[in-house]
């Protein structure tokens, strides 16, 4: 299925989906819960929601994520326990470090920070877009 044939409410869904499905989301809305205060207009938050989709695909492991969720009727939710996650949380706690940990051949634990890349042209547009809605950021 591609983002295009899909609806800004279930872009939306997804991505919140796949930040409440995450264990440290919690910590983090508590942290800023000042962002979920954050009005968005309604256009404009499904314009970011479509190009952090992009971000995310840039990663081939979040990519199937995303598909896989996409395919599903009706994503299982992991809300913990917020009843809305205001999508302004949502990305900006999907922007964040990543840290995966990958069984080696020798059948060992290690884990990688990941990092997204910075010269990625579609995260500079949504960090400036993100920034300018931000009380004294500049568009």
């Given at each position: 299925?591609t983002?295009?044939a899909?609806?800004?409410?279930?872009i939306?869904?997804?991505?919140r989906?796949?930040?409440t499905a995450?264990?440290?989301?919690?910590?983090?809305?508590?942290r800023?819960?000042s962002?979920?205060?954050?009005p968005?207009?309604?256009?404009?938050a499904?314009?970011?929601?479509r190009?952090l989709l992009?971000v995310?695909r840039?990663s081939?492991?979040?990519?199937?994520?995303?598909?896989?969720?996409?395919?599903?009727?009706?994503?299982?939710?992991f809300?913990?326990?917020?009843?809305?996650v205001?999508i302004?949380l949502?990305i900006?706690?999907?922007?964040?470090?990543?840290i995966?940990?990958?069984?080696r051949?020798?059948?060992k634990?290690e884990?990688?920070?990941e990092?997204?890349?910075?010269e990625?042209k579609?995260?500079?547009?949504l960090?400036?877009k993100?920034?300018?809605?931000?009380?004294?950021?500049?568009?």
């Amino acid at each position: 299925m591609t983002d295009q044939a899909l609806t800004d409410a279930r872009i939306s869904g997804l991505l919140r989906t796949l930040a409440t499905a995450d264990p440290d989301f919690n910590a983090f809305a508590q942290r800023y819960a000042s962002l979920a205060a954050q009005p968005i207009p309604e256009d404009q938050a499904a314009a970011l929601s479509r190009e952090l989709l992009g971000v995310l695909r840039e990663s081939p492991e979040q990519a199937q994520q995303i598909d896989a969720l996409a395919r599903t009727a009706d994503p299982q939710r992991f809300d913990g326990g917020l009843a809305s996650v205001p999508i302004l949380l949502a990305i900006t706690f999907l922007l964040r470090t990543h840290i995966r940990f990958k069984r080696r051949a020798d059948g060992k634990w290690e884990f990688e920070i990941e990092h997204k890349p910075a010269e990625s042209k579609l995260l500079t547009q949504l960090l400036q877009k993100l920034s300018g809605l931000l009380p004294g950021g500049e568009g």
